[in-house]
């Protein structure tokens, strides 16, 4: 049998087969005339692989199937470490750069483009890629991930999502080259520090205007990103309706970004626990209205988590489900604790995959890299 392989843009959904079609130990599959239904019917024949006899003098009659190159789609964690690493140095060289405003638009919208192709690939960053670059910047991105997704949900128009992501990218710059440092100290802030940390939303303004930075709402979202509902926040003390809306949900993806990260003094909290710390047990400071399109947008159980099922089996959370406790988990690990041999995706709406915990790291026996829960979309 003369085989040619056939490839996923030659079989057209709703048209018929133009020749037979075999597997790759020459077993028929398909017959001439058969009519694919759907496109995940294309993709399990594919799994299997597709070949054409071109040694039938049947199939020599009919057209070779035009074999193209395959295009790879783009990569949301690629594009996002490359946010990641401009970002880094337009901050660290703003009083410097040229046309400061443009360039941060331009990694803005590197980020939103990324959210858009796969948001839950971009949700899983947060968790899984938290050894890329430095974490001052890193956090920033993260956060403009979350807050894009809950302005989407709540309809923000595109000029507003634009300023938010620029804001959140910048919300920091004022205390940047402190940042690290405020972080990993383990003990109480000093005076000193304590009067930096809540001064930099007022300093950080002061610095995108002399970068020629004019927008108004991408600057106020900037100073008033840690405000609080009951005025408990700086550097103003605002409360309810006096904080601009946008700023909330920086301040509230800022809030939830740094608990679920870890550093070198301090352990993550686990996502569910992330957001029970926020609206729950400092309720009396979050926009109630916020709070529910914030677990709408990111669920108890967002991408990335790792996570027991009630059949013992050990996954990790791979897309968002229909319901904020039921997401979509790829299975890894079987009940006896040895690696699945094929991949399995669970719905845990169902009962025997519920839920049962949430898993550190840690507790996975094996390593593994995105791509391999995702495909390209999460390529290196």
């Known amino acids: 049998m003369a085989q040619r392989r056939i490839s996923i843009s030659d079989v057209t959904v709703g048209t018929p087969l133009p ?78 750069e040229a046309n400061a405003e443009a360039k941060i638009l331009e990694i803005a919208k590197v980020v939103d483009f990324a959210v858009r192709l796969n948001s839950d690939v971009a949700l899983a960053c947060i968790l899984l890629n938290q050894i890329s670059g430095v974490y001052a910047v890193r956090h920033c991105t993260d956060t403009a991930i979350v807050s894009i997704l809950v302005a989407r949900t709540m309809q923000k128009s595109s000029d507003e999502i634009m300023s938010i992501i620029a804001a959140a990218l910048t919300m920091n710059i004022g205390m940047l080259t402190y940042h690290d440092k405020l972080q990993k100290k383990e003990g109480v802030l000093t005076a000193e520090e ?132 039921t997401p979509v988990v790829h299975a890894i690990i079987g009940p006896g604790g040895g690696l699945l041999a094929s991949s399995s995706k669970r719905d845990t709406g169902s009962d025997m995959y519920a839920i049962q915990e949430v898993l550190h790291e840690k507790k996975l026996t094996m390593r593994f890299e995105m791509h391999q829960l995702w495909g390209e979309e999460a390529n290196p």
């Open 194 to 325: 304590f009067a930096t940390m809540r001064r930099h939303p007022q300093d950080g303004v002061e610095v995108l205007q002399q970068a020629g930075i004019k927008d108004h709402d991408w600057l106020s979202y900037v100073l008033h990103h840690h405000e609080n509902e009951d005025g408990s926040g700086y550097p103003k003390g605002l409360s309810g309706q006096d904080i601009p809306q946008n700023a909330k949900i920086i301040a509230l993806a800022d809030r939830y970004c740094a608990r679920v990260s870890a550093r070198s003094y301090k352990k993550s909290l686990f996502p569910n626990t992330a957001l029970r710390d926020i609206f729950v047990d400092q309720g009396k400071s979050v926009d109630p209205l916020l709070a529910a399109f914030f677990i709408k947008e990111l669920g108890l159980y967002p991408p990335g988590t790792f996570v027991r099922l009630q059949n013992r089996e050990i996954g990790v959370v791979v897309r968002k489900g229909t319901a904020p406790t």
């Open 19 to 96: 020749w037979d079609v075999y597997d790759s130990k020459g077993i028929l599959l398909l017959h001439q005339g058969y009519v694919v239904n759907d496109q995940r019917q294309v993709e399990v024949l594919m799994e299997r692989g597709l070949y054409v006899d071109f040694g039938d003098p049947a199939n020599m009659r009919r057209p070779a199937p035009q074999i193209l190159p395959r295009k790879e789609k783009p990569s949301v964690l690629r594009l996002i470490n490359e946010a990641n690493k401009r970002l880094e140095y337009v901050l660290l060289n703003l009083a410097n």
